[in-house]
Nanobody, 124 residues
Framework: EVQLQASGGGLVQAGGSLRLSCAAS????????LGWFRQAPGKQREGVAC????????YYANFVGGRFTISRDKAKNTVHLQMDSLKPEDTAVYYC?????????????????WGKGTLVTVSS
């Protein structure tokens, strides 16, 4: 059974930090690009950051503006999203998923497998 279990969400004040983690199982982790996506209330889901399976460049949405860092731990089948300088507009449910990511890191879309999400709330 494929599982992508996201954790690390919570309530934080503007300017604070959170580190999201996603534990993956049930598929060949090393073969897939992974990504974080988010959906705010009343808005469409959007890509946040993606990381390749090998040597491609990561993808970051423009709104990230250097505040977030995506990483993966192949030994633990885990992908992380370090989020710093959080803003109230970052409030959303954050999902991890396998991703379609081009080699240059220009675009990223969610693909086969999705987790259930973790809620991030940033207060002003």
């Amino acid at each position: 059974e494929v599982q992508l279990q996201a954790s690390g969400g919570g309530l934080v004040q503007a300017g604070g930090s959170l580190r999201l983690s996603c534990a993956a199982s049930g598929f060949r982790f090393d073969d897939y690009a992974l990504g974080w996506f988010r959906q705010a209330p009343g808005k469409q889901r959007e890509g946040v950051a993606c990381i390749s399976a090998d040597f491609g460049s990561p993808y970051y949405a423009n709104f990230v503006g250097g505040r977030f860092t995506i990483s993966r731990d192949k030994a633990k089948n885990t992908v992380h999203l370090q989020m710093d300088s959080l803003k109230p507009e970052d409030t959303a449910v954050y999902y991890c998923a396998t991703a379609d990511l081009d080699f240059s890191g220009t675009y990223c879309f969610g693909s086969d497998y999705w987790g259930k999400g973790t809620l991030v709330t940033v207060s002003s």
